[in-house]
C-alpha cells in the first residue's frame, strides 16, 4: 500500500478547513484511508496517509485534496474535458515497425497554461514516481516523459534507435553521451540502477525526438535536458510510453486530471495525435463510461435499507455521479480518474465506504452451511505424513518459475508443454505456471547442498496444465515429487517409495487392475534408467535417476533420483 507525505498546512489550505490532527485521522476513516502517521520535517507537520494501491488518484495532494472536498460537499465533481486544437495539434509519431521490438506503445497529452509554484511543482514530480512504483511496475510496463513544450518543435518522433546512433545531454548530466554510455554510468547510479536492466541486453533502446532530431527522452531511463520542465514551465508535454496500453492510458489521464487545476482553462486538456501504423488515435482520452444499478442490489449486499436518493447523495460524494433514471434504477457515472471501479461492487463498496462501516448493522448469516474437507486434500494430509515418517523432508516451492526450469533445464522444448504462461512478469523467475514439482525441489537441493548427506525431500502440491476444454482453460493436479540426492543414486530408495505410497492407498501391483512400471525414454532421464508409473494401464507419474546435465543446470554435481506422480485417480 502506497503512503502519500503531504504537508499539513499545505493540505488544511487546500480543503479550506482547520481539523486537529484527531479530526484529520476521523476524516481519513470515514473516506476509507488511514492516517499512518504524523511527523516533522525540516520544521514542518507532515502526514502520511497510507493510499488504497489502486486509487491511483489519490497519490497526490491534488487528487486527495478534490476527492475529500468532494467528500465534504465542499466542491461538485470536477468535469474532465479533453479538447483538441486544429491550429496548435500535436501529433506524434510512432515509428511501430522499430518500436514493437522494444516498447511498442506511446500516448500522450498537453497541459496548457500551467501556473506552478514549488509546492504544486514537486507534487507534479512526486506524482509521476509514485505512478512509476506503483502501476508502472518500475517502469517496466509504462514510464512518464513530461517535456517544457516551449522548447521543442512538433511533430513529435517516437521511435528505437541502435545505442550508439542516441546522442545527447541527458538530465543532471553536463555534456553529451551516447546511449550506450549513459547506461554504463547510470548501471552505478543510486535511483536509475534499477532501470537499466529493462532495455540494456536489447538491440534498439525507445527515443523521443522532435522534428529537428533533439532527443526529448530515452525511455523508461531518462529524459533529456533540452526539454526539461521547470517551475516558470506554462506549457507541458507529456508522453506515456508502455508495453501495456491498457495502464499508459490509466497513468495518463491521472497525471492531466490531477493537474489539469492549475491549467488557465481548468480541468482542460488538449489532446495529441497519436499516429501507428496508418492508424490515427487522440489521447488523453478521459472517457466517462455509466453503469446502472438498482438499490435494491445495493441494500441486499450491504444489508441496509437507502432509498435512492440517499444512495445517489453517497455516490456523489464519491466523486461518482449518480442520478435516478425512471425505469433504470440509479445511473452512474464513472469519471476518468476511477479506474479502480471495473465491476459494480466496486460501486457497492464506494456506498459502504460514504455510509462508513461502524454504521453497517451487524447481522448474523440466515443460512447455516457444514464445513467438509475436500478429498484430495485430506487424502494429502494422510500421504504427507507417511511419507515423513519414511525420512523425507518436506518442501514447499513457488508455484510460479521460469521458462527454462520446465523447459531448456529438463531438456525439453517449451513449446510442447502445456504450461500456463504468465502474460506480464515482474521476474524471469516467475514466467509460467509450474507443470511440475520437481525444478522447485531441485532448486532447494541446489540452496541446501551445505547439509549432510543424503539429502531426501519430498512436496505434495498442485500442478497447473492448460486445457482449452476447461471453464478457465486450464486444471489443476495434485502431485507428489520426491528426490534422493547423494554419493550414489538412491534409485531403490526412490522405487521403495513408490511401493509404500500405492500401499498406503491399497493399490495392488497388477497391470490390469492396479499399478506397475514400464521402461521409458524421458531426456530429463539417464538413459535406460527412466520408467513410467501406470495405474490401470494410464500413465499417472514417473520415476527414474535423472541425466547429469538436467542436474548440471542446477549446480548439483552428484547423482539423484526422482519420482512424481499424480494422486487425482486416488481420491
Known sequence: MPTLNVKKKDLLSALCSQYTDDEFSELCFDFGLELDDIVTEENEVVYKIDIPANRYDLLCLEGLSTALSIFMKKLPAP??????????????????????????????????????????YDSFIDLQDKLHQNICRKRTLVAIGTHDLDTIKPPIIYDALPPNKIKFRALNQDTEHTAAELMEIYTNHAQLKQYVPIIKNSSVYPVVLDSNNVVLSMPPIINGYHSKISVNTKNIFIECTATDATKASIVLDTLVCAFSKYCKEEFQVERCKVISNSVSEWFPQLSYRIEHLSSKKINKYLGLKLSDNEIVDLLNRMSLNAQQTPGQGIQVEIPPTRHDIIHACDIIEDVAIAVGYNNIPKA??????????????????????????????????????????????????????????????????????RTSLLPGLLKTISSNKQMPLPIKVFEISDVVFKNENAGVRSVNERHICALYYGKTSGFEIIHGLLNKVMQLLNVPKDSATGYCIRPLEDSTFFPERCAEILYKTKRIGILGILHPDVLAEFDLSLPSSCLELSIEPFV
Not at 457444514?370 to 478429498?375: G, S
Request: net charge positive.
Open 79 to 120: 468535469i474532465y474535458k479533453p479538447i483538441t486544437n486544429a491550429e496548435s495539434c500535436i501529433t506524434v509519431h510512432n515509428r511501430h515497425e522499430n518500436t514493437k521490438i522494444i516498447r511498442p506503445i506511446i500516448v500522450a497529452a498537453i497541459l496548457r497554461n500551467v501556473t506552478f509554484n514549488k509546492e504544486r
Open 364 to 433: 448474523l448469516p440466515d443460512c447455516c452451511t457444514v464445513a467438509h474437507q475436500f478429498p484430495v486434500n485430506g487424502l494429502t494430509e494422510q500421504l504427507r505424513h507417511h511419507i515423513a515418517y519414511c525420512g523425507f523432508s518436506e518442501g514447499l516451492t513457488f508455484s510460479l518459475c521460469s521458462r527454462d526450469d520446465i523447459g531448456k533445464k529438463m531438456k525439453k522444448q517449451i513449446e510442447n508443454i502445456p504450461a500456463v504462461h504468465v502474460a506480464n512478469p515482474k521476474t524471469l523467475e516467475f514466467q509460467v505456471v
